[in-house]
């Protein structure tokens, strides 16, 4: 089955160390998104590419980065993780198209000691 | 900007019972609204979706949602609960942004818990 896939499921960091979160998809589509949700909460949309083009919202933190290196693989990189980056993220696709029907992942929960 | 407001955090309801979960969105252009899933520690999943045409839209579980655009609402319906319904749902309006695709607008969250 086509889908979105994340690793890990559950990652644990330290304080002011790097972590890498993974996304992939086998929809081919061409847009993809990350979302960090706090606890009951709603999706706060991070950044999106659309196909290689990278478009950052206005409040995220400079601290969240991330890759897209080809068209299925898509990576959030976090440089110095805060106590407060502790959440869930949420990798999503799109097809390019007016109603940007979106199709989540399971996430990633990522604890920060 | 649109924006989206489900008007409440928490629905405690008994199984069997029937629901409602409230949904309004900010738009005066065409909307694409769309209700999503997400069961504790999983991803968000669509529920049901209104692109066009007949303004009440069904998902295969028994929810069912209604477009109404001079009240600019998207209420979820379900005439009987089960408690394997216990999860948060989320009301999403699409908005575009021109040549860099679009973006959801999220409510808040409405949490459902079914009792037995």
């Known amino acids: 089955d086509a889908m979105v896939i994340q690793n890990p499921r559950y990652q644990v960091t330290q304080f002011g160390k790097p972590v890498t979160l993974s996304c992939s998809q086998t929809?081919?589509?061409?847009?993809m998104y990350w979302y960090q949700q706090k606890s009951s909460q709603a999706p706060k949309l991070l950044f999106h590419y659309y196909d290689k083009d990278f478009n950052n919202e206005a409040d995220t933190p400079d601290n969240f980065q991330s890759r897209r290196p080809n068209t299925s693989f898509c990576f959030l990189d976090i440089r110095s993780p805060g106590l407060g980056d502790a959440a869930m993220y949420l990798c999503?696709?799109?097809?390019?198209?007016?109603?940007?029907?979106?199709?989540f992942g399971p996430g990633t929960r990522l604890t920060v000691l | 900007a649109q924006s989206v407001t489900q008007l409440d955090s928490q629905v405690p309801v008994f199984e069997e019972a029937p629901v409602e979960l409230r949904c309004n969105y900010s738009s005066s252009v065409s909307v694409y609204l769309f209700w999503y899933v997400q069961y504790p520690n999983q991803g968000l999943q669509l529920l049901l979706k209104y692109l066009s045409g007949s303004t009440l839209v069904e998902s295969i579980n028994g929810f069912e949602a209604e477009f109404n655009k001079s009240q600019t609402s998207f209420h979820l319906r379900k005439p009987s609960v089960h408690i394997s319904d216990t999860a948060e749902y989320f009301c999403?309006?699409?908005?575009?942004?021109?040549?860099?695709?679009?973006?959801?607008?999220f409510g808040q969250g409405t949490e459902l818990s079914v009792k037995p």
């Open positions: 929809l081919n589509h061409n847009v």
């Open positions: 999503a696709t799109s097809r390019e198209s007016s109603y940007n029907e979106q199709f």
């Open positions: 999403a309006v699409s908005e575009n942004i021109g040549w860099r695709g679009g973006k959801l607008i």
